[in-house]
């Protein structure tokens, strides 16, 4: 990857006010070693996003005033800002919002015609894509995109994915076709490296 030892601070288009997050690298980043901050790491976000734009407006804002919980590199703790950031350098050198990338240069490339980031609206008015369902503290489950004021018990207690209007990080939906096809190349690719790997080890021993 080309971008892979090049810091935030060039390569995204929200610049963090602290040099030291700036100078995180988009390799620390796929692999959570940048020292990052994690939005829910005070509690859950209760705001309720009602535009992409609204959204990443906020995403870019907590780029912004980002502050390290470790120094790159020294450590691997979980932090999906960091994939927000690499969305944004997505978009920033493609020219296309993140989520239309994925849509036109991933999705439909690879025959998953169904799947998408979907947006609030879409989840709402397509009866084909499931909804998050949260449990609650008396062991009921409620439809999270019908109920933003609610959120869930496990995991960020009091969180709702919804809330954030698009899909982000995971929240990717798909059809069960399109997953197959997503599986079964991604099992044949593993295939094929380990092909590669076992053929290395015997040229080696044989030479």
């Known amino acids: 990857m080309e971008l892979a030892g090049v810091p935030v601070v060039s390569a995204a288009p929200s610049k963090p006010r602290s040099p030291d997050v700036g100078a995180v690298t988009v390799h620390q980043m796929l692999t959570h070693t940048g020292?990052?901050?994690?939005?829910?790491?005070?509690?859950?976000?209760?705001?309720?996003?009602?535009?992409?734009?609204?959204?990443?407006?906020?995403?870019?804002?907590?780029?912004?005033?980002?502050?390290?919980?470790?120094?790159?590199?020294?450590?691997?703790?979980?932090?999906?800002?960091?994939?927000?950031?690499?969305?944004?350098?997505?978009?920033?050198?493609?020219?296309?919002?993140?989520?239309?990338?994925?849509?036109?240069?991933?999705?439909?490339?690879?025959g998953m015609k169904h799947s998408a980031y979907y947006t609030r609206p879409q989840w709402l008015d397509d009866e084909r894509i499931a909804h998050p369902y949260m449990l609650q503290e008396d062991g009921s489950r409620i439809d999270g995109v019908r109920n933003l004021d609610k959120g869930g018990t496990l995991g960020v207690k009091g969180s709702n994915s919804a809330r954030g209007f698009i899909g982000g990080g995971g929240g990717i939906a798909g059809g069960s076709t399109s997953w197959a096809i997503y599986l079964d190349t991604e099992w044949n690719d593993d295939l094929r490296d380990m092909q590669k790997i076992i053929d290395q080890e015997r040229e080696a021993i044989a030479g």
């Open 35 to 110: 020292g990052m901050s994690d939005p829910t790491d005070t509690g859950p976000d209760t705001r309720i996003f009602n535009s992409v734009e609204e959204a990443e407006a906020e995403a870019r804002k907590q780029v912004r005033e980002q502050k390290l919980r470790f120094v790159p590199g020294t450590k691997k703790e979980y932090a999906s800002t960091g994939y927000t950031v690499l969305g944004q350098i997505v978009a920033a050198v493609s020219g296309m919002p993140f989520h239309e990338y994925m849509r036109e240069h991933v999705f439909l490339p690879a």
